[in-house]
């Protein structure tokens, strides 16, 4: 079955980069997302990635795909108080269903 | 950008009473709906899928006659949690997909539910 795997917690200090990094299992993958979810609220998606890219970046966000060991990163440079939050990683398979596989959250904590 | 307004954001109800929640897309015709469940500190569990003008897909586990869905227009989509109990306190999240299809899925703010 299908499997997505993050670390639960990330502590950063301010201003440093954070890596959030994600395993998943389904080699049908075709895409792969990241989610920030602020406390109380919903998911809002940062970014995504297709399986046929390895490098994607948009601003201070910079994804990794290993499709080869089936590994993805989320690098956030210049980590701010306000990246706070839990980030799940998701990915979607090809073929006729597209609802997404999510990990279980990466708890990303920013320090001063 | 694709907005998707989930209603209310928090209640409290005793305990054998139903709550209903609406998910809401704003600016876009929802053809697919996803209701989620979260427990604290977990990630997401989805419960459902609907479909406009169709019943709903349950996932295993889910119960139906507890959860009750409708999606009777591109817009809305409801969750009712029947007879609440207590363990059915949780996050709940509605996430919708556009037409075509849109590669990421924009997800309601969520509502929690405590049933005491």
């Known amino acids: 079955g299908e499997d997505v795997e993050q670390s639960l917690f990330l502590s950063v200090r301010e201003g440093d980069s954070s890596v959030i990094n994600c395993t998943y299992t389904?080699?049908?993958?075709?895409?792969l997302y990241w989610y920030k979810q602020e406390p109380g609220a919903g998911l809002q998606l940062l970014t995504y990635?297709?399986?046929?890219?390895d490098m994607k970046q948009d601003q201070r966000l910079t994804v990794l795909l290993n499709k080869k060991d089936k590994h993805l990163s989320l690098r956030i440079a210049d980590t701010q108080t306000g990246d706070s939050a839990i980030y799940f990683c998701?990915?979607?398979?090809?073929?006729?269903?597209?609802?997404?596989?999510f990990g279980r959250g990466t708890s990303l904590i920013v320090h001063p | 950008g694709a907005v998707v307004s989930q209603h209310p954001s928090w209640v409290i109800c005793k305990s054998g009473t139903s709550v209903k929640i609406e998910c809401r897309s704003l600016?876009?015709?929802?053809?697919?709906m996803f209701w989620y469940r979260q427990f604290p500190k977990q990630s997401l569990m989805l419960m459902a899928t609907?479909?406009?003008?169709?019943?709903?897909?349950?996932e295993q586990g889910v119960e139906k006659d507890k959860f009750l869905i409708n999606h009777a227009s591109l817009t809305l989509s409801t969750l009712t949690v029947t007879s609440a109990h207590p363990e059915d306190s949780s996050f709940y999240i509605c996430s919708a997909r556009g037409q075509p299809s849109n590669y990421g899925y924009t997800f309601g703010s969520g509502t929690r539910l405590t049933v005491v």
């Open positions: 990635i297709f399986s046929n890219m």
């Open positions: 609907s479909n406009e003008g169709s019943k709903a897909t349950y």
């Open positions: 389904d080699s049908s993958s075709t895409y």
């Open positions: 600016d876009f015709q929802a053809t697919t």
């Open positions: 998701a990915e979607s398979p090809s073929g006729g269903s597209y609802i997404p596989t």
